[in-house]
């Protein structure tokens, strides 16, 4: 037990259902700590949590509830599950997104919307609603999955970019306001990793390629690597760090943001790259 360095604390991952946000629940929970995870299909939570429960350490639990992080009510209810295996929430990872591609011409606001409200308002609900329940106690460290999208543009992504960027800016005021409860805010920035939500750009060769060519580590990430950075950022060993953007990202972020039109092409027609006047290079 002695090398548990999170026994005795509760974590809440959303999105935690598969990728990076199941990757971070798992780092978490084989350093000792109990774990919740949030996500909207209960079906997929339940597999995820009897996966966790079979490798769990002696004195650690795992918990599961379905809900949109857009939802206030529903995600409140979740940060109180989340509170009761030790009375308390230590941690929390803001993981929960959602992509969205086209020209911003050809952009129907509700996908705008729709964009911003998972990654921006699921985050900021996130950030509020597990930030009171630390503020009660013995203070506490949130960490938020951001993307390389929220740095470098991405050309045909702006909503998915704005919302990354905007997301950044929360961490830096949120850890701003709340150090003075103990409350650590800090985000990674991952590269390009496989994942359910990346499986359009990492299925496209060319596409692969264009990343592999900006990074100075030129191979993808892995979801290892960002719970890696996650579980830092949670644990004891970052207690002097907050406000930061931790990029891991093979170097990418050091270049310039990929060219992603043949996905656009492939989704959304010519029209999806249509209205600039140009032809896109």
């Given at each position: 037990?002695?090398?548990?360095?999170?026994?005795g604390?509760?974590?809440?991952?959303?999105?935690?259902?598969?990728?990076?946000?199941?990757?971070?629940?798992?780092?978490?929970?084989?350093?000792?700590?109990?774990?919740?995870?949030?996500?909207?299909?209960?079906?997929?939570?339940?597999?995820?949590?009897?996966?966790?429960?079979?490798?769990?350490?002696?004195?650690?639990?795992?918990?599961?509830?379905a809900?949109?992080?857009?939802?206030?009510?529903?995600?409140?209810a979740?940060?109180?599950?989340?509170?009761?295996?030790?009375?308390?929430?230590?941690?929390a990872?803001?993981?929960?997104?959602?992509?969205a591609?086209?020209s911003?011409?050809a952009?129907?606001?509700?996908?705008?919307?729709?964009t911003?409200?998972?990654?921006?308002?699921?985050?900021?609900?996130?950030?509020?609603?597990?930030?009171?329940?630390?503020?009660?106690?013995?203070?506490?460290?949130?960490v938020a999955?951001?993307?390389?999208?929220?740095?470098?543009?991405?050309?045909?992504?702006?909503?998915?970019?704005?919302?990354?960027?905007?997301?950044?800016?929360?961490?830096?005021?949120?850890?701003?306001?709340?150090?003075?409860?103990?409350?650590?805010?800090?985000?990674?920035?991952?590269?390009?990793?496989?994942?359910?939500l990346?499986?359009?750009?990492?299925?496209?060769?060319?596409?692969?390629?264009?990343?592999?060519?900006?990074?100075?580590?030129?191979?993808?990430?892995?979801?290892?690597?960002?719970?890696d950075?996650?579980?830092?950022?949670?644990?004891?060993?970052?207690?002097?760090?907050?406000?930061?953007?931790?990029?891991i990202?093979?170097?990418?972020?050091?270049r310039r943001?990929?060219?992603?039109?043949?996905?656009?092409?492939?989704?959304?027609?010519?029209?999806?790259?249509?209205?600039?006047?140009?032809?896109?290079?």
């Amino acid at each position: 037990m002695g090398d548990l360095v999170l026994s005795g604390k509760s974590a809440l991952v959303t999105g935690g259902g598969s990728g990076i946000g199941l990757a971070c629940a798992r780092r978490l929970l084989a350093d000792g700590a109990s774990i919740t995870i949030v996500g909207r299909t209960a079906s997929k939570l339940e597999d995820a949590a009897r996966a966790l429960e079979a490798s769990a350490p002696a004195g650690a639990t795992v918990q599961w509830q379905a809900c949109d992080v857009t939802d206030e009510p529903g995600l409140a209810a979740a940060v109180e599950l989340a509170c009761k295996p030790t009375g308390r929430l230590d941690v929390a990872v803001a993981n929960a997104g959602a992509g969205a591609g086209g020209s911003i011409f050809a952009t129907p606001l509700d996908m705008w919307r729709y964009t911003m409200e998972v990654n921006l308002t699921g985050g900021f609900l996130t950030l509020k609603h597990a930030g009171q329940a630390m503020a009660g106690g013995a203070g506490g460290a949130i960490v938020a999955i951001s993307s390389i999208a929220g740095v470098l543009t991405h050309r045909f992504m702006a909503p998915y970019c704005t919302a990354k960027a905007g997301l950044e800016m929360l961490v830096r005021c949120a850890a701003d306001e709340l150090g003075q409860a103990g409350i650590r805010v800090n985000a990674v920035r991952p590269g390009l990793v496989p994942t359910d939500l990346a499986m359009p750009l990492t299925d496209a060769p060319s596409i692969v390629d264009d990343y592999l060519d900006q990074m100075p580590i030129a191979r993808l990430g892995t979801v290892e690597d960002i719970a890696d950075g996650v579980r830092y950022l949670a644990g004891p060993e970052s207690s002097w760090v907050t406000g930061q953007i931790f990029a891991i990202d093979g170097g990418h972020s050091l270049r310039r943001g990929p060219r992603v039109e043949p996905l656009i092409e492939r989704f959304f027609g010519p029209e999806g790259l249509s209205g600039l006047g140009t032809k896109p290079r």
